[in-house]
């Protein structure tokens, strides 16, 4: 199963990001940033739907460090 990640500079927007999408009734989970990805944010979004996360990047909902997509292959920068 593939799914994707949204990783932050820092735990604050990494929290903004939260609060904005549990107000938008997105479905995500908050775990911790793999550290083959990054060592900024201890903290990324997981969300399993495309449609989602391509609505995130064009409406800029909030800021963010970079989005993986997550497959069998590994971790993809999109």
Do not use: H
């Amino acid at each position: 199963m593939s799914y994707y990640i949204i990783v932050f500079k820092n735990t604050y927007d990494a929290m903004a990001a939260e609060k904005i999408l549990e107000k938008s009734n997105y479905k995500f989970r908050i775990m911790p940033t793999p550290t083959s990805i990054t060592k900024s944010c201890g903290i990324c979004v997981r969300i399993d739907n495309k449609t989602d996360v391509d609505k995130i990047i064009k409406e800029e909902t909030f800021e963010y460090k970079e989005i993986y997509l997550k497959d069998q292959n590994g971790y993809s920068l999109i």
